[in-house]
């Protein structure tokens, strides 16, 4: 499976958009990128995942640049429940059970 | 709808001792999974069900560990002889019929061992 690479922490300000990028530039091309989000104390939370397009949902955005070696996370107006720890996941559809987490970015929203 | 649920939500035990952590799935749901979070990690894989049968236990550290499902519904993950390096927060996922279906996660049972 791709490796992913996300910083350790950000910072925004509540009601404004939060993006958090992730580098996956051994991404195949059958793989999807997933995120998950872990709010203290709480089992992980599925967000979003997209193979090629973006992708949008009721939480968030996803978008995958072309070459899909990249994608950014976008929480369109950040709230202070939305701070958590997100993962980006690389698998493949047939082996998506398998998912690999890294150590995530650690988003905090201010007020 | 009532989510995963996993018992206890708090375990401790001494180094040694064997322990039992419950996972009750999302009603309907086919596959289930297990997973392991140390502090400040990312939570790593050990075990996947389809069904009654373990699809996937490479993820499992050594034969200490194991884990059943015999119904296809509740999962029982058993730790013999535990150490202290297995303190950690278990948790347990499910989702519905195929691997590819998004996963729903329990809130975990944190096991320490002294």
């Known amino acids: 499976d791709a490796k992913t690479t996300q910083p350790t922490s950000m910072d925004c300000a509540e009601g404004r958009a939060a993006n958090l990028p992730c580098n996956h530039s051994t991404i195949s091309g059958n793989e999807y990128v997933y995120w998950y989000r872990q709010i203290h104390s709480q089992g992980p939370q599925y967000i979003i995942h997209g193979l090629k397009n973006n992708e949008t949902n009721e939480m968030a955005s996803l978008i995958i640049t072309e070459d899909r070696k990249s994608s950014t996370l976008i929480l369109p107006h950040a709230t202070l429940r939305d701070t958590a720890v997100y993962y980006c996941?690389?698998?493949?559809?047939?082996?998506?059970?398998?998912?690999?987490f890294g150590s995530g970015t650690r988003l905090l929203v201010r007020p | 709808g009532a989510g995963v649920s996993q018992t206890p939500s708090n375990k401790v035990t001494e180094k040694g001792k064997y322990v039992e952590l419950r996972c009750d799935p999302i009603s309907g749901h086919t596959a289930l999974y297990w997973y392991r979070q140390s502090l400040g990690q990312g939570p790593e894989f050990l075990i996947y069900?389809?069904?009654?049968?373990?699809?996937?236990d490479s993820g499992l550290p050594n034969d200490r560990f194991f884990a059943v499902r015999p119904e296809g519904s509740v999962s029982t993950l058993k730790i013999q002889r535990t150490e202290r390096g297995d303190s950690a927060v278990y948790l347990c996922?499910?989702?519905?019929?195929?691997?590819?279906?998004?996963?729903?996660f329990g809130p975990g049972t944190r096991l320490t061992v002294l």
């Open positions: 996941i690389v698998s493949r559809g047939d082996s998506s059970y398998k998912l690999i």
């Open positions: 069900f389809q069904g009654t049968g373990a699809a996937d």
């Open positions: 996922a499910s989702s519905l019929i195929r691997s590819s279906d998004t996963q729903y």
